[in-house]
């Protein structure tokens, strides 16, 4: 059974920091793009950041440059989300997500998805 489980959502205030956190079972981990979107309450769901298996490169979405970082632990089979400087435009449930890299940032491509984790931002 493939499961995709977040965790590390939560409330900050605004200038603070969150590190999410992604454990993948069932599934080659290492085959797989893993990504982190998000979906705000009445707007679509956005892809925030993905990394490749292949070699490690990361994507970004403009509004989060600079301030998240995305990271992979193979052998954890877990995938991680630093945010810092958080806004309260970032606030949204974020959900992790694997699939083929091509899809990103496009959440109709992504082969596997968790049930999201809150982020709430305060100002």
């Known amino acids: 059974e493939v499961q995709l489980v977040e965790s590390g959502g939560g409330l900050v205030q605004a200038g603070g920091s969150l590190r999410l956190s992604c454990e993948a079972s069932?599934?080659?981990?290492?085959?797989?793009?893993m990504c982190w979107f998000r979906q705000a309450p009445g707007k679509e769901r956005e892809g925030v950041s993905c990394i490749s298996s292949s070699d490690g490169s990361t994507y970004y979405v403009d509004s989060v440059k600079g301030r998240f970082t995305i990271s992979s632990d193979n052998a954890k089979n877990t995938v991680y989300l630093q945010m810092n400087s958080l806004k309260p435009e970032d606030s949204a449930v974020y959900y992790c997500a694997a699939g083929d890299l091509v899809s990103w940032p496009f959440a109709d491509g992504m082969d596997y998805w968790g049930k999201g984790t809150l982020v709430t931002v305060s100002s």
């Open positions: 069932g599934f080659t981990f290492d085959e797989y793009a």
